[in-house]
């Protein structure tokens, strides 16, 4: 009884501990002091003004942020609701940050296609560039100028990364009248199959449709440096995307396409297999 009496009193000492030291953080610590360094990084990184509105420990979820937001000067073009992730802690003894998953709830992304061709979004990587691994190993960042860093700092694993419930907007000003495209419920899961491939598989909706008609898959393979892929569209109607095939001489006023195809690339050969289904479609 004695014993079981000790137990109890100890668990209960731990609980207490682990309960004030939760509190602390996420009431003194994190909002005074990591949530500053959070912001300044990101923004060092991207090289843009990102805004976070809260940085929390949660027991189920891991590290949680809320209202993360990057500008491109005044205008978002990267938001997430909540972005969450545990890591394994044995993996600090390795150098290594080890997150097993991280999950996006709620992510809007703002993609421009600029009248010279260029994404606004590549303006993120800039500084990468000249850091991007050109060996099999990506996601473990084994390569040589990596492994120069190893000794001093840490190497960041992420295994699998969630998006759900999100929303992208894309504007492209190539063309001689702007396109626009909206997709929202947007779920797309990315991870690492072992031992060189990095799989995805995807699905959202758009053009008026209440279920979901994009449907998205496929794998890159490190060692082969090469990506297969499958696109699934239901219920697309062809005249909204004429500003891409008008210079043909086509026009298509009416109607619906379901449309399916098999991307493969390897060796900076590209291989696309398509198959259309017209419904009630007019060419002029």
Known sequence: MKRF???????????????????YLNNVF????????IIKSIEEEVNKKASLDSVKVNIFKGVVLKGLVLYDKEDKIVSIKEASCIFWPWGI????????????????IYLERRGDGSFNLADLLVKKEEALPQDKSLLSGKTPEREKKDKRGFVLEVYRVNITDSSLKFKDFSLAEPFNLDLSNIDLG?????????????SAKSFGNSHP???????????????????ILKSISPAYFQGYYRFLGLSIKEGLVDFSSSLTMKDSLLDINCKAKANNCLLY
Do not use: H
């Not at 109890?8 to 004030?20: C, Q, R, Y």
């Not at 003894?93 to 809007?108: G, M």
């Not at 990315?190 to 995807?202: E, H, T, V």
């Open 5 to 23: 009496l000790i137990i109890i009193v100890v668990l209960a000492v731990i609980i207490t501990v682990l309960f004030a030291g939760l509190v």
């Open 93 to 108: 003894i390795q150098k290594k940050i080890i997150i097993p998953k991280v999950n996006l709830r709620s992510a809007f």
């Open 30 to 37: 994190l909002p005074q002091q990591a949530q500053g360094l």
């Open 190 to 202: 990315i991870y690492l199959a072992l031992p060189y491939s990095l799989r995805f598989k995807g």
């Open 213 to 231: 008609n994009i449907y998205l898959n496929g794998e890159f393979n490190f060692a082969q440096s090469e990506l297969k892929s499958n696109l």
